[in-house]
């Protein structure tokens, strides 16, 4: 989630940036896919780590496609991307009828409840959806509250639904343990629950990803196309939902323009396989040995425990969600979350002319999240981040 600057909320995962930070950025491999100037007016997070991250999969993806489990080629990769008509996003998920509040009575005083342009590319708009799943910091009005919600004071009245992400249901959208809401279900879920959690959203964002699933279509119907054994974890995480469109979910509008919805969805998941390396979130074998201040994430193994943001020191947290030191230079095989980004999006590109790639986009994900030792269901907990193990100013 992220160590938001201008607001100065204490969040997780790594940061997010804005449009104005890409002007020094590379274009990808061929020099045809361009990063657009965004608006000027969208909020600063600081280091737009998950943005970099997405960019240097699609470098890769269009550089060395034929080292890519799926092949799909530069064309291809660039038709996935391409630049919808009519990219339209709202804050309807948070400001439907049955979701009102005195923030989303104000907005829409002000008329910012329709569905407005989106500026920025989708994928891009994709990879931030964990952390804003209502597009409120696309609008000057509605940041405030999603700060609000970020913030998670009084969490239990206030931290809406759809921001459940943080410190709920929904934490693993950023590969960590979910846990309830009340005191009753408040035991976070072991590492076998996460990963299944986990496994459940991939396949659901894959087969919107791959066009399979349209966005008019109820998420009741995509619960349906899921295996049987991922339908109670959908039921647990988005059973609430069931009778949203799956364009709704994503975008914030019933019918959005398809290639930015199949974008979106895939930013989404790269959203949370880009977490899956930040110790703060997951316990993996070989973790690096980390300087406070530089974090690694190559090298990293198999996952040896999901960690729950409630408990944690978000600062101590936060060190471990900054720019990692070799964020580059990954090779395609690798088990590193530029390399598994652009096999994802080599997977789904692919699958635009018809090839039938969710099998093998699974396996992707299978690996990236395969348990160290699938005989111990390791419970999670807040791991060396916890409240109080550190002090003034300690290390990790």
């Given amino acids: ?91 309807s998920m948070c ?19 329709k569905p407005f342009a989106d500026t920025a590319p989708p994928l891009i708009s994709g990879v931030r959806w964990n952390d804003d799943p209502c597009h409120m910091t696309h609008q000057s009005a509605s940041r405030l509250s999603w700060g609000i919600w970020m913030l998670g004071v ?9 921001y459940a992400s943080h410190y709920h249901e929904k934490q693993f959208l950023h590969a960590m343990a979910s846990a309830g809401r009340t005191e009753k279900d408040m ?88 977490d899956s390396f930040s110790s703060s979130h997951v316990e993996r074998v070989n973790d690096p040995k980390q300087s406070e201040f530089v974090p690694l994430i190559a090298g990293k193994g198999d996952i040896r425990r999901f960690l729950i943001y409630r408990g ?9 969600d900054r720019r990692p030191a070799d964020l580059e230079g990954s090779e395609p095989g690798d088990l590193h979350p530029v390399a598994l980004g652009a096999q994802l999006l080599s997977c789904v590109a692919a699958a635009q002319s018809g090839a039938d790639t969710l099998g093998s986009a699974m396996e992707v994900m299978m690996r990236t999240f395969r348990l160290a030792d699938e005989s111990v269901n390791l419970p999670s907990g807040p791991g060396r981040y916890a409240r109080g193990r550190h002090g003034a100013g300690g290390g990790q």
């Fill in 312 to 320: 944690q020191d978000a600062t101590e947290h936060g060190r471990a």
């Fill in 95 to 113: 400001c439907h009828k049955g979701a009102r509040s005195r923030v989303c009575n104000y907005l829409e005083s002000r008329g910012e409840l």
């Fill in 1 to 91: 989630m992220l160590a938001i600057l201008m607001l100065g909320v204490p969040c997780h995962a790594f940061k997010m940036g804005d449009g104005t930070d890409y002007k020094a950025l590379r274009d990808d491999a061929e020099a045809t896919w361009r990063k657009p100037e965004l608006d000027s007016d969208v909020i600063r997070f600081g280091d737009p780590i998950h943005e970099d991250m997405t960019f240097a999969s699609i470098a890769m993806a269009m550089k060395r496609p034929d080292q890519m489990q799926c092949r799909a080629s530069t064309m291809a990769v660039n038709e996935f991307l391409a630049k919808p008509d009519n990219p339209l996003l709202s804050h």
């Fill in 154 to 162: 009084n969490y239990m009245r206030f931290n809406n639904v759809n």
């Fill in 187 to 274: 035991a976070p879920d072991p590492a076998k629950q996460t990963r299944a959690r986990i496994l459940m959203w991939a396949e659901m964002a894959l087969r919107v990803a791959n066009g399979s699933v349209s966005a008019q279509d109820k998420l009741g119907k995509l619960r349906d196309q899921l295996p049987s054994a991922a339908r109670p974890y959908f039921d647990l995480s988005f059973g609430n939902y069931r009778n949203r469109t799956v364009g709704m979910l994503f975008s914030g509008v019933d019918n959005p323009d398809p290639a930015q919805l199949r974008q979106l969805a895939l930013g989404a998941l790269l959203h949370t396989v880009q």
